[in-house]
């Protein structure tokens, strides 16, 4: 294809586009990348001008070696999506340096649309949404700035909004009817992106370094009233194996599900809805024990919800609970599991825990909550650094601690005294937003507590935080830890920081509710919720009826587009400078020079230099005009001058009598 230089408000357009696509991008990009745009954008611009040459292939080949090596030192893998991106983002501006005809200009706008599709990845909160609509419409001025002569924004802001309505009817029908085989970009996300907080293993310091962190986890909608705080625990993870530091999953334990009943009696279902944040999720949140319906899940013999395979991207799930009913699966496998402690670690916790083994187990919980009353115990996010002998060095020594730390304390107690207990790891309490009725979990209000067997009640929650920090689980993290210079340290820029402020925040629960309402009925709209409407709109719907309504919905949408682009051209007709025109080309017509159905201006004016050169000179200047007027504002003093050109052009235009004696011999 033959090189076309392009106008400069046309390369001006796609710097534009570049930089409005690989900014959202930052965050997960090497820092380098936006200084080789820019020196990419300079060298192109000094070819544009002239002054420099197009690169040779040993030079972009060059180029492009130095970018593959610089992402592969960066990310130090090639199998995240991150790097995946990455390359992706510099192909797209090392792509400049071969831009030479409209093709490549096109391929390069090609290649913008998919990097905006590709933010969706990473997230799909509303304000990724907003900021991908200013992307397209940055985009679709750039392809429009091709094929005009001169800049003219508003006229183009004009097409652009025109284009979006004529989508918006068929999008609306395609999101409602379309077959949906899980809910919006649902894909694997391995990397970065894919680490939602809590991990499979818990060691001193680790629950603590998520209070540092605004993010949210997870929100949960209730049908009835919100639970009191206290009765919120959301169970995620058994850590049963401990090696004198860390706590871990049994790894080597088959995973087995539960086959029993849960002993309902008496007591009321909690229902609810639980919709978690962007990642990939290998395990369930739910106030055990409790039911969740589908996602391809099950609840193991630990009553903690496991996935079959992991599920990507926002989750939604409704479980029902029943707070209070007991844990009673405890083979003597898992029993004598949980009384396991590595040898020679924490020899004052194990001299501690000997002489509380005459007592029954139920007042040997009592002896350690004793203790830990007794003792200057401390709630903190900034603990001291522990020794080999972790344990022994907070009890005996520090006491100052986050509630990992109590957590494995009070369950390495218990080993040692002889009854089986475990750590369970997940998040206490929430954030109500009273105008939307739901909660907020947030990473700041992640949690670890101890389970303990005791014979005929089963597995019996017990919180040794709630000992030594009342407030933190009676009113919350928020409340409890404000007090701390670490709290919520990680994001300096949180409206949560500002809760002190009423005003604020309002507005940020405000926020929230949108985005909630944006999750719940678009992001996670999934193929239950579209057969819940569909069967609401058709009584017991078959696959015909199913078949012909997407037809007819499909087809209803096309009209409007089509009667939208209808009228759109019948008011353009009705513009002053499309009128004159029309006469113009009308004088034309009657010697015989008619335009085509779809022949554009310029190219009309071209035929007619071949046909009629005497003719030429006139409508070279009626197509000049018409251009003028085309794209200056209404009312504007150019536009008034072209129209009135436009005017005396049609009074000199070639009527039979005036150009009779100019006719070509």
């Not at 392809?143 to 979006?164: D, E, G, H, I, Y």
């Not at 605004?214 to 919120?232: K, N």
């Not at 089963?458 to 404000?482: C, F, N």
């Amino acid at each position: 294809m033959a090189e076309v230089r392009v106008t400069r408000h046309a390369l001006f357009w796609l710097f534009a586009a570049q930089l409005a696509v690989i900014a959202p991008h930052l965050p997960i990009l090497p820092l380098w990348t936006a200084l080789v745009w820019a020196l990419v954008a300079l060298w192109y611009w000094k070819i544009y001008r002239g002054d420099w040459h197009f690169p040779g292939r040993a030079v972009t080949w060059s180029l492009s070696l130095v970018a593959v090596v610089g992402v592969a030192l960066e990310y130090r893998t090639a199998l995240e999506l991150e790097p995946q991106v990455a390359l992706l983002v510099t192909a797209f501006i090392l792509k400049l340096l071969e831009l030479k005809n409209l093709r490549d200009h096109w391929l390069l706008l090609m290649l913008a649309y998919f990097l905006v599709a590709c933010s969706f990845v990473f997230s799909t909160s509303i304000g990724t949404v907003l900021i991908a609509l200013g992307q397209l419409v940055i985009l679709l001025l750039a392809q429009q700035s091709l094929f005009r002569p001169q800049l003219a924004v508003r006229p183009m802001l004009r097409q652009t909004f025109k284009v979006f309505a004529q989508s918006i009817p068929l999008m609306l029908v395609l999101f409602v009817v379309f077959p949906r085989f899980g809910p919006l970009w649902s894909v694997p996300l391995p990397g970065d992106s894919a680490k939602t907080g809590m991990s499979e293993t818990m060691a001193p310091g680790d629950v603590s370094r998520l209070s540092r962190s605004s993010e949210l986890a997870f929100r949960a909608s209730f049908s009835g009233e919100v639970p009191p705080q206290p009765s919120l625990y959301w169970r995620g993870l058994v850590l049963e194996v401990f090696d004198g530091r860390t706590w871990l999953r049994d790894k080597g334990f088959i995973r087995q599900p539960l086959t029993a009943e849960l002993d309902r009696a008496g007591l009321e279902p909690l229902r609810y809805e639980v919709i978690l944040e962007h990642g990939v999720h290998d395990w369930l949140l739910a106030i055990a024990p409790a039911t969740i319906d589908g996602r391809g899940a099950y609840q193991d013999i630990n009553y903690q919800w496991l996935t079959r395979t992991a599920l990507s991207g926002r989750v939604r799930y409704e479980a029902v609970s029943y707070p209070g009913a007991p844990l009673t699966q405890g083979s003597a496998y898992t029993l004598a599991k949980n009384l396991r402690l590595p040898d020679d670690f924490n020899p004052q916790m194990r001299a501690l825990a000997a002489s509380w083994r005459e007592l029954d187990p139920a007042e040997r919980v009592a002896e350690a909550k004793a203790f830990f009353l007794s003792q200057p115990f401390v709630y903190t996010l900034e603990p001291p650094k522990l020794g080999t002998h972790s344990i022994d060095d907070f009890l005996f020594g520090s006491r100052r601690g986050f509630c990992e730390h109590y957590a494995s304390s009070f369950v390495g107690l218990m080993r040692a005294a002889g009854v089986p207990a475990r750590v369970v790891v997940g998040y206490q309490g929430g954030e109500r937003n009273e105008a939307g009725n739901y909660l907020l979990v947030h990473q700041s209000d992640a949690h670890a507590w101890g389970e303990v067997w005791l014979e005929g009640q089963g597995w019996v929650r017990v919180d040794p935080t709630g000992w030594v920090a009342p407030d933190r689980i009676e009113l919350g993290a928020d409340i409890a830890l404000a007090g701390e210079s670490a709290f919520l340290s990680d994001d300096i820029v949180s409206l949560r920081r500002f809760s002190g402020f009423s005003a604020i925040a309002r507005l940020r629960l405000l926020l929230d509710r949108v985005e909630y309402q944006w999750v719940r009925w678009i992001v996670n709209f999934d193929s239950d919720r579209q057969w819940d409407i569909l069967s609401r709109l058709f009584e017991n719907p078959d696959n015909r009826t199913l078949a012909l309504a997407v037809l007819v919905a499909l087809a209803v949408p096309l009209l409007i587009s089509a009667l939208l682009t209808l009228s759109w051209q019948k008011a353009r007709k009705q513009l002053p400078e499309v009128k004159l025109y029309q006469r113009c080309c009308g004088l034309l017509e009657r010697r015989g020079l008619r335009r085509g159905a779809g022949e554009a201006p310029g190219d009309y004016a071209r035929r007619v230099a071949r046909e009629a050169p005497e003719l030429a000179p006139w409508f070279d200047q009626v197509t000049a005009a018409f251009s003028r007027a085309s794209y200056q504002l209404g009312g504007s003093s150019a536009y008034t001058q072209a129209i009135a050109e436009l005017k005396r052009l049609e009074g000199e235009g070639p009527t039979r009598r005036r150009w009779a004696r100019r006719k070509p011999a």
